[in-house]
């Protein structure tokens, strides 16, 4: 019988909704209900495409006896992290601070009130490696509740309290400066492993916000260290089995499984990793020209057009890791690996010969059964560019017959923020206008469905309609970063008006007193704690994003109460930037443009000519670029700058002070550190 998630929007609480587990959703009659009963709440946060979170589904929440354990005993609540990013970051910093670790799926038991007082993650059928069973959890916890409720209690008071007393300020640290900047390059190229490229540790994520900032930092000061750096890391990413070497786009992350192995990917697909690192080969295609860097930005765009655009003209949130490997049986990567005998069914046999010597595809395989993960074998070794290209298209054809994996339909508003920035940008750069119309069609979408009459942001939506949850720090910050890209591109004024609606509520809602800021609004729900994380991980962090498109629309606009808001967001970065700058990159990223300006790019005349194109392909760190005639009122930047002899014109301006204005595109392309080439 189905329990109460039958009625949510959200894929990954749908999974559930047939589980013997009397499943809540996170509401107010949960606790009610936990408290008439008294028994404790048992929180259980994941995501669509977590592996780990559809193993513990199968192994305990759809087992009959331990459901029925759990909903004599406890009352169940079930949250998708992506819908409430505000839970997950509440309770997972009380799991990281008792265990010293985090993941998905958390698991956190609570009092009706909401004090956690016993953590984990993934907890096994039967006691293993160190891990008790998750029915001795269960028995532990309820046998606790029982007979040492005041121990429990004191406990929960106790990590409620520590928890909000970690309030962030941005303090007396000032400004990220020159220091600032040189210290977390430093930092950085001491991370960094010369002989592969990749960061140091075994686990790799893609490090997309650390390499925007090592190419602003090259194009700001010319050094060599920031662009090699990021070179590398590029390199390495598009050449592993991180990225899916037939169909394109990037997988979440990958580890070493066999010592002198290949890495091998954790498969899931995120809109968000492929929305950055979209942006960011784009960007280094800018930077240095690299045939591969605008490759790997193209396939990623279509990628996401192909497989992650919803009808609605959105774009969805995850491709899972798993899918049919045959039997029924769901299997990790089974979409994507591939054995000599698939390669020679498709390309007979001397094209799957040259597959397998191309991508490292082995007789006893890299990864499991006998099959390998995809990945260029042979770096520096030259390749029929034409032949590889025909291989991959003639895989994808065959692969896409293969049962696919599931896909996380919402749309989550900031991450498809991220995605219209990164297709707007890679339209723009490489002349693909349908990648524009795609980036319009989703910023409609979130003015449409997401967005109300007051500009609040709702988090998600599904099949065309809201979800109840509102929008957060950072959905208000990524949005209004791609509605910034999209007006820079396409010369659309309005654009830039949507993204003042949001960043006004920004100033309004999630600002403190003494300019830090918080990732909830001031009358979102209130939970035991405000979270509060100026960290960027696999996103931005709301705080940083907010800091950049604040910094932005006061460059477009000449707004002093936004620019002041972004400059008190940035003490963050001075703090942490040189002690950990992993970290921080989108942060290192925006000090960047404030340190260069931002420039303030001005082209009276067409959008979409070859000024306008000139001025886009700007090297300048966060330059803002504004097009169009000087008669309209879209743009403040365009008044009282005429077209000097009926001809396109440009006018660069930084700190006040204005270059002379040009209708040379070779001038323009110099005064803001590009060459036409994008080389």
Known sequence: MPNRLVQATSPYLLQHADNPVDWWPWETDAFEEARRRDVPVFLSVGYSACHWCHVMAHESFEDDDTAAYMNEHFVSVKVDREERPDVDAVYMEAVQAATGQGGWPMSVFMTPDGEPFYFGTYF????????????????GVRNAWTSRRGEVGEVARKITQDLAGRQLSTGDAGLPDEETQAHSLLQLTRDIDPASGWFKGDTKFPPSMVVEFLLRHHARIGSVAAREMAEGLCGAMARSSL????GGGFHRYVLTAKPGGPLVPHFEKMLYDNALLCRVYAHLWRATGSELARRVALETADFMVRELRTPEGGFASALDADSDGGGGRHVEGAYYVWTPEQLREVLGDQDAAFAAEYFGVTEEGTFE???SVL???GVGTAVDADRAADVRARLLAARELRPRPGRDDKVVAAWNGLAIAALAETGAYFDRP???ERATEAADLLVRVHMGEVARLSRTSKDGRAGANAGVLDDYGDVAEGFLALAAVTGEGVWLEFAGFLLDIVLQHFTGEGGQLYDTADDAEQLIRRPQDPTDSATPAGWTAAAGALLSYAAYTGSEAHRTAAEAAL???????PRVPRFIGWGLAVAEALLDGPREVAVAGPAGGELHRTALLGRAPG???AAGETAGTEFALLADRPM??????AYVCRHFVCDAPTTDPQELARSLGSSLSGG
């Not at 000097?644 to 014109?649: E, F, M, Q, V």
């Open 124 to 139: 096994p059928p039967g006691a293993r490696h160190g891990l008790p069973s998750f029915r001795q959890v269960l028995e």
């Open 243 to 246: 990225y899916d070497q037939v």
């Open 369 to 371: 059964e006998g099959a």
């Open 375 to 377: 990945r260029l074998a």
């Open 434 to 436: 349908d990648l524009i």
């Open 571 to 577: 003490g963050v970065v001075k703090t942490l930037g």
């Open 623 to 625: 330059a803002v670029v």
């Open 644 to 649: 000097a002899g009926g001809a396109p014109t």
